[in-house]
């Protein structure tokens, strides 16, 4: 593997590049009649459209040609087989073992991890049994209703993702509700409206190390005690854990056995899948929480064996680094229309954004290249409303993904085909733009002064030509959903490895981190570091003059 701006491929890209400066999309459609067939995959019951975005034939077989130079097919062999390609941190990324229908033995330093996966699966399941049947209760016996999960990053934005999208799902009689912030109005709105005898708050932190999971924790563990006539040992009937440190658990009152394990070999934005999708089988059954498992486990199928120029995350990694690195397109907004997808973008963003926002090389040099897109979006139509004009006319091209359901979980049929009409006309809108011609034959038409036709007519142009692929699904159930998120999952290995980064650590996040205990510890004690940056030093006195407390 090289740098990307080191590969024999990359200037026959940026030449290639330059032979499209001028080429129209719509135009494509009419030099490659085959166009649509070859750019365009349904897998099982999704659709992918790719072919209104800005690449011809030769700018696949370049881009696959990039992918073979930088060893794609090994690399992806290696993810499979447990090898530690998170080199940083020499883990595996084992998500796909995860979901491994075929039981397929994986081996980490030698071990099988498949007896642990399937074990701590059995474990969810029995547990989600217990708590619909009501085997498990509250300590004065009473039925568990509702279900918070404390987590935060990859220990929230999965299980808060699938438990809203996939509502329509969810078994009778439990709710779900998500605390991720430290902002203590988080966490307190939620505590407002539980009853503490019926309630399971479930702990989620790979580390059981993340400050704000810590504290929201206690707060929690400090409500309920003091909200019931609870002594510490009926803590476990209403408190469990999901992390990799049982030590911490335990210090922090949650027996062993209300623990549920996962590995250091599964990434925290990966981990949905594992045991920290507990939450994700309470609310939707333990038969939906494993079909949301198939979806991801045919997807890993697929990218694990189909040819490239058929292959759909490959596919969609080639494009984000074709836009980010050729055209220099540096962000990517996700646009569902779909309100059950709402939080599609969230996910994506940490997904996307702390997997490859890198700026070091396999070998440890600084790349001279943009990594990571900025993942941005909203779901529409809200945000036709919003940002969409500078997608229309704006000087930035982001190229987008749209989403859409052809069946809606709601009767109202008329807003559908609304709906659907409108995700359709936006990528041909992008797509085709308004030239002069047309606006200045649209404006003829109209009741409108000569003087003012002219000075209307530039704002009125729309340059068109802006990409976009378009991804339908027939319904979103659990299966479809499981297979969408593994796309994107794979979509962003592909894109670590064109860019020669380890898409699976976040040392990034480190700093800040260790500053804000620094700090913490100079607002408790209330002593200011003297040789603290100015800046810092007046923004912590501004607090403690307010603060009193
Ligand atoms: O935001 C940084 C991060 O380390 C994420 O990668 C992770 O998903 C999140 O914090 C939560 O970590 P943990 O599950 O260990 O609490």
Redesign the pocket.
Known sequence: MAKLTETTVYEKLVDHKKSLENVRIANLFDIDPERINNLSFEFNDILFDFSKNLISKQTLNLLLELANEQRLQERIEQMFSGEKINFTEKRAALHIALRNFENKPIKVDGWDVMPKVNSVLLKVRNFTEMIHNGFWRGFRGERITDIVHI???????GPRLVCDALEPYRKPNINVHFVSNVDGRDIQKTLNVLNPYRTLFII???????Q??LINASTAKEWFLRNTNATDKDIAKHFVAI???EEACQKFGIPPENMFHFWNWV???F?LWSA?GLVIALYLGFDNFQSLLEGAYLVDKHFSSEPFHRNIPIIMGLLSVWYNNFWNYHSQAIVPYDMQLRLFPDYLQ?LIM?SNGKRITRNGEVVEYSTSPIIWGKVGTDCQHSFFQLLHQGTEVVPIDFLAPMEPFHPFENHHKVLISNVIAQSEALMNGKSKEEVEEELSKGDIDPLDRIELLPHKIFPGNRPSTTIFYRRLTPKTLGSLLAFYEHRVFVEGILWDINSFD?WG??LG?QLAKKIHTQIETRQVDENANPSTRLLINYFLKQNKR
């Open positions: 987590g935060i990053g990859g220990s929230d934005l989620a932190s790979k580390s059981f190390t993340t704000e999971t992390s990799t440190n990434g925290g934005r981990s920290i940490q702390e976040q996040v480190e981190k």
